[in-house]
């Protein structure tokens, strides 16, 4: 069986050398280039590639993206010499344009610490047919689905960090597709959006959701319930009154309701956005801010809009372990939004010290695979059961 390779792409040949020695003793084959542009030249592919940042001519940066370009699939190893922020940038560049970054290194490296990261590095053997994902159906199957009522909910529960009570559910969408079997969001709600479609689709959500907010209302389950608003169901104008009435056919009081708003959906139709998020607010609705941190200018929504609540994105949740600037970030938003009277939600949330450090920081709620998946409703209701001895009184 043949050896994994590993490339070096160092224009320094006494530290490729080095590399190179290490790799071999580890189990590598090895390749050596001392030049970016003969490396760009030759590239075909590779298990394992050690690339140094800076390197004249053509630099590191310039190889990350020929190698995105390229669709390689090695593990990355980034070298530099710069100070630690300039690797950290260039690693989250190159995680950010789909590459798998096994890890980075800042020079001088000791002997140890480059065989430790070698000898860590799992390998799998490359297939030709490892790419089977599935495309976006055509927009006339979503539009036969709206009316065939494929479309079904699943529910994911917000757990509150201090006293571990169920706190909330929020509703996420799923298309069981006739040939394809369960699909994701991310497969319809773009086609949604771009077809027109998606304002009939929140209205099934809503309904929906609604519906088994009462369900489990009557079988002894109080739960507030969030739904995910897209920006184009944010500039009907009538929107507070159609949910007030909808709530109101169905016994339910808005406070029951979060409703999720993405910042880049607030970016659109800034006037008639602000104008039903405050009604909406002024009902009684909860307000959530989706996905803070990734959208552009955050800061200033939190200043313009009446938001009762802020979801961390699991970008920085999930760094948070390992990523000390992520953590800061985490911590300053929770510090925020506390000034700002808002509950701070915590997404993504996949291991026990993350849970921990979050607790520690004083976050109130988090979602994420450490507490559930998100489950289809009758799950969602036994989950509940058998956890709701932690639920404080209503
Ligand atoms: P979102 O609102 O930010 O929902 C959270 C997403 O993170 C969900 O993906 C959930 O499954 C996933 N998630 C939760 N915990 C973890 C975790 O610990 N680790 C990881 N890796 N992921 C976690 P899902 O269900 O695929 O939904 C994706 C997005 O689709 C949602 O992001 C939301 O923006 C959108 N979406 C879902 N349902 C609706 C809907 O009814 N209407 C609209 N407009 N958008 C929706
Ligand atoms: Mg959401
Ligand atoms: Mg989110």
Redesign the pocket.
Known sequence: MSLPLLIVVDDEPDLAGFVCTVAEQVGFDIEQFNSAALFKDQYTSADVIVLDLMMPGVDGVEVIRFLAGSGCDAQLILVSGFDPAVLHSAQKLAIEQGLNVAGSLSKPFRYDDLHQLLSGLSITPKSPSRRTSIESPPVDELREALVNSELL??Y?PKVGLNGCFIAAF?????WQHPAHGLL???LF?PTAEQHGL?ND??WV?LEQAIMQCCSWRDQGLTVQIA????AS?LKELDLPEKIGGLLERHGLEPSQIIL?V?ETALMQELITSLDILTRLRMKGFHLSI??FGTGYSSLVQLHRVPFSEI?VD?SFV?AMDHDPEAAAIVETVILLGHKLNMKIVA????TDSCRETLARLGCDQA????FA??MPADEAFQWFSQHKTANPPP
């Open positions: 909910l699943y994911q929020e509703a996420l969408v799923r994701s969001p991310d709600i998606i689709l929140t959500v739904v995910n608003m897209s169901t999720e993405t989706d996905d979801k699991r999930m997404e993504g949330v996949e979602q994420g695979y450490l998946r998100p």
